[in-house]
């Protein structure tokens, strides 16, 4: 029997990576689509190059025919779209190009679909930034959305049009709007990751300052691990629908200092400095999802806590460092 095929877009992203695993242990034939830049930054699927099961296209979002000719050769039945500009302060300041991407890439992905073959499954990778200034508390699937960032205006097109292609072309076409994902592959300007590596660097002795934005934020933040687990059970239904995909817990990012500091025995107060370059022009203040539709419809349930997040990406953040020579 051959084997299932997927096409992944953003594999080389944190999502992508683990997607990619969990896909070809339940045994998929995985296309990655990576754009191609000068230097080749496989870091986070370099434990994955040689295996038989995988083939890296080049491919990129604002290129149509590229899209077209990856669906043609490979032929997949899935198609999961996490490529984007992910990073909301970069939206601010390339906030076309993060429409062409996040914004545009998705009707490109569903426009190649659409004309090589309709039958293919698509996720869209939709984003709880979409609910910005939230007119509800806890967000679910019907909160209507208020973003307050070019990223999530963006996100807000890419969810609208998943569903727009879903009932004008009849689409098994699904957005799973998932709320903020960690891991120890997490890009180190975010948050969790900025936090966690700090603190390990502080512990060793290799810095003594770490220099934040907005400490009352707060955040409803899962392991990406358990959450790419979700978009597969998405594309496995009798019919196509949108999910949150959330733990239900919010926490500040003062309480992530803490977390994360005290875990190794430091008092981030000691070390944490208020730098108003990490202020946003318009914040989310708090974010919290209600994902009991994808409890009850997909039998999916997070993992990992939020304690146990954080010292998971201490630990592997320490591990890193030692590695590379130091303490
Ligand atoms: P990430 O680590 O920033 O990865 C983004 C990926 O997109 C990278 O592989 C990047 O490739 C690729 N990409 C960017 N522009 C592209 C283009 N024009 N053509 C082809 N590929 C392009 O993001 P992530 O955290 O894995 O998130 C995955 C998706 O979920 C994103 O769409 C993000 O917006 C969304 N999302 C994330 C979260 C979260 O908390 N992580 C929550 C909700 C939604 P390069 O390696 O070449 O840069
Ligand atoms: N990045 C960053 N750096 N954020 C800071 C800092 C800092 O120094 N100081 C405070 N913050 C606050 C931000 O103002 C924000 O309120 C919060 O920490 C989280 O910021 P990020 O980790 O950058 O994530 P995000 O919530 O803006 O966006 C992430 O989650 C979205 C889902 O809600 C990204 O992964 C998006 O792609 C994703 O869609």
Same mark, same amino acid.
């Given at each position: 029997?051959?084997?299932? *095929?997927?096409? $992944?877009?953003?594999?080389?992203?944190?999502?992508?990576?683990?997607?990619?695993?969990?896909?070809?242990?339940?045994? #998929?034939?995985?296309?990655?689509?990576?754009?191609?830049?000068?230097?080749?930054?496989?870091?986070?699927?370099?434990?994955? =190059?040689?295996?038989?099961?995988?083939?890296?296209?080049? @491919?990129?979002?604002?290129? =149509? +025919?590229?899209?077209?000719?990856?669906?043609?050769?490979?032929?997949?039945?899935?198609?999961?779209?996490?490529?984007? =500009?992910?990073?909301?302060?970069?939206?601010?300041?390339?906030?076309?190009?993060?429409?062409?991407?996040?914004?545009?890439?998705?009707? *490109?992905?569903?426009?190649?679909?659409?004309?090589?073959?309709?039958?293919?499954?698509?996720?869209?990778?939709?984003?709880?930034?979409?609910?910005?200034?939230?007119?509800? $508390?806890?967000?679910?699937?019907?909160?209507?959305?208020?973003?307050?960032?070019?990223?999530?205006?963006?996100?807000?097109?890419?969810?609208?049009?998943?569903?727009?292609?879903?009932?004008?072309?009849?689409?098994?076409?699904?957005?799973?709007?998932?709320?903020?994902?960690?891991?120890?592959?997490?890009?180190?300007?975010?948050?969790?990751?900025?936090?966690?590596?700090?603190?390990?660097?502080?512990?060793?002795?290799?810095?003594?300052?770490?220099?934040?934005?907005?400490?009352?934020?707060?955040?409803?933040?899962?392991?990406?691990?358990?959450?790419?687990?979700? +978009?597969?059970?998405?594309?496995?239904?009798?019919?196509?629908?949108? #999910?949150?995909?959330?733990?239900?817990?919010?926490?500040?990012?003062?309480?992530?200092?803490? /977390?994360?500091?005290?875990?190794?025995?430091?008092?981030?107060?000691?070390?944490?400095?208020?730098?108003?370059?990490?202020?946003?022009?318009?914040? /989310?203040?708090l974010l919290i999802g209600d994902a009991t539709?994808?409890?009850?419809q997909l039998g999916w349930k997070p993992s990992?806590?939020?304690?146990?997040?954080? *010292?998971?990406?201490?630990?592997?953040?320490?591990?890193?460092? *030692?590695?590379?020579? #130091? @303490?």
């Open positions: 029997m051959s084997r299932k *095929r997927a096409l $992944v877009t953003g594999i080389t992203g944190q999502d992508g990576s683990y997607l990619a695993e969990f896909l070809l242990e339940q045994g #998929y034939q995985v296309i990655g689509m990576v754009r191609r830049s000068s230097t080749v930054n496989f870091d986070r699927i370099a434990h994955l =190059q040689e295996l038989e099961a995988l083939d890296i296209v080049q @491919g990129d979002l604002l290129d =149509q +025919m590229s899209l077209i000719d990856i669906l043609r050769e490979y032929d997949p039945q899935e198609v999961y779209n996490l490529a984007a =500009q992910s990073f909301v302060p970069t939206s601010w300041r390339q906030p076309v190009l993060t429409g062409e991407f996040t914004a545009l890439g998705v009707t *490109r992905v569903l426009d190649a679909i659409r004309i090589v073959n309709p039958d293919i499954r698509f996720y869209q990778a939709s984003s709880s930034e979409m609910f910005g200034k939230v007119m509800e $508390v806890p967000q679910t699937e019907s909160t209507p959305f208020y973003p307050r960032s070019p990223y999530g205006v963006a996100k807000v097109y890419g969810h609208w049009i998943t569903v727009n292609y879903r009932e004008s072309y009849n689409l098994y076409a699904c957005s799973g709007i998932l709320f903020n994902h960690e891991s120890p592959r997490r890009g180190l300007e975010f948050v969790t990751h900025k936090v966690t590596h700090a603190a390990a660097r502080i512990k060793l002795g290799l810095q003594n300052e770490l220099r934040l934005g907005n400490l009352e934020a707060q955040r409803d933040w899962g392991y990406a691990g358990d959450y790419v687990q979700a +978009m597969w059970l998405m594309l496995q239904q009798d019919e196509p629908d949108d #999910y949150v995909v959330s733990t239900g817990e919010t926490h500040s990012v003062r309480e992530l200092c803490e /977390v994360a500091f005290s875990y190794l025995g430091l008092n981030y107060e000691e070390h944490v400095v208020i730098d108003e370059k990490f202020y946003r022009p318009a914040e /989310v203040d539709k994808a409890h009850t990992v806590d939020f304690p146990g997040l954080i *010292r998971l990406m201490v630990d592997a953040d320490l591990e890193a460092l *030692r590695t590379e020579g #130091y @303490g």
